[in-house]
């Protein structure tokens, strides 16, 4: 099947341990933990840290890089992708110079698409989350936005299949020169 039955019944042992909590809640939160877990600065929530990575077997492994960039200004970088299974996720990672002024990430999947995908922004600095920038569990068919780059490490998104597979197009772009306000 599907796994809708076992679904349900995390579902309903959750809702006996922690009223409320949902496997949709705890897979959003999971996925970014698997990136997040190794970040040590204090801004980092403790639902995005691993309790055991130290632990016998030893340290989970960061999950593979769809994307592993380094970005210069004027870069641009874009693909076709998909996600292939439910309750799985991508990771997208790019490293801009310190002279870009700002990063663009912009996801869509094609016009006739009506699955939800979960988008997660986690902008980097010197290990830590700039929470003012990142951005957390947002649901819905495309994900857009710009990063003002203040000198950050890395820019990262993670997207997650919910309940149903999705193919999408990715383009991450550092601009160029000094942004100008119309």
């Known amino acids: 099947g599907d796994g ?5 019944r995390v579902d309903a042992a959750l809702n006996i341990l ?28 403790p639902r995005y840290q691993y309790k055991d990575d130290n632990r016998p077997p030893g340290a989970y492994a960061r999950p593979p890089l769809t994307l592993d960039r380094n970005m210069a ?19 997208y990672e790019v490293r801009p110079s310190t002279n870009v002024p700002i990063i663009s990430v912009d996801f869509r ?9 979960v988008y997660n922004l986690l902008v980097i600095k010197n290990g830590d989350l700039d929470m003012s920038a990142s951005e957390f ?19 990262v998104v993670v997207v997650g299949a919910l309940d149903q597979p999705a193919a999408f197009r990715y383009t991450i772009s550092t601009g160029g020169g000094n942004p100008t306000l119309n």
């Open 4 to 8: 809708s039955d076992d679904i349900q």
């Open 18 to 45: 922690m009223p409320g909590t949902t496997f949709r809640n705890v897979f959003m939160d999971f996925i970014v933990a698997n990136y997040a877990k190794d970040l040590t600065g204090p801004n980092v929530p």
């Open 73 to 91: 200004v004027g870069d641009i970088f874009s693909a076709t992708d998909d996600i292939r299974a439910a309750w799985s996720a991508k990771y």
């Open 109 to 117: 999947q094609p016009t006739a698409s009506a699955v939800t995908l």
């Open 137 to 155: 569990s947002v649901t819905g068919k495309d994900f857009v936005r710009g990063i003002v780059n203040r000198n950050y490490d890395r820019v």
